[in-house]
């Protein structure tokens, strides 16, 4: 079992950035692989960024990359989402989650979630 808290959500202007964090507690965290996915209102929940249990891989969703960064910290059981030139079409509730198998962009995949953090991009 882990538990996995969100925070730094809020409400930033078009061309910003953003960082958003996932800490983890319970399991090892080195265990697992850590991804960050965002609903937005009405649509379907949607893969936005995965990272594996060292850090020397990842992957996005086309739609952010370039302008979206995932990484981690295993030493403080966190994964970060640094978010720049953000877009309103940003704007979701970002969740993070884990998975014990590298499972990529396939929400099915991951076994636990956080609640969640919301974005909101201004135009």
């Known amino acids: 079992q882990v538990q996995l808290v969100e925070s730094g959500g809020g409400l930033v202007q078009a061309g910003g950035s953003l960082r958003v964090s996932c800490a983890a507690s319970?399991?090892?965290?080195?265990?697992?692989?850590m991804g960050w996915f965002r609903q937005a209102p009405g649509k379907e929940r949607e893969f936005v960024a995965t990272?594996?249990?060292?850090?020397?891989?990842?992957n996005y969703a086309d739609s952010v990359k370039g302008r979206f960064t995932i990484s981690r910290d295993n030493a403080k059981n966190t994964v970060y989402l640094q978010m720049n030139s953000l877009k309103p079409e940003d704007t979701a509730v970002y969740y993070c989650?884990?998975?014990?198998?590298?499972?990529?962009?396939?929400?099915?995949?991951?076994?636990?979630w956080g609640q969640g953090t919301q974005v909101t991009v201004s135009s």
């Open positions: 319970g399991r090892t965290f080195s265990r697992f692989v």
């Open positions: 989650a884990a998975a014990l198998r590298w499972v990529g962009p396939t929400k099915e995949g991951y076994d636990y």
């Open positions: 990272i594996n249990w060292t850090g020397g891989i990842t």
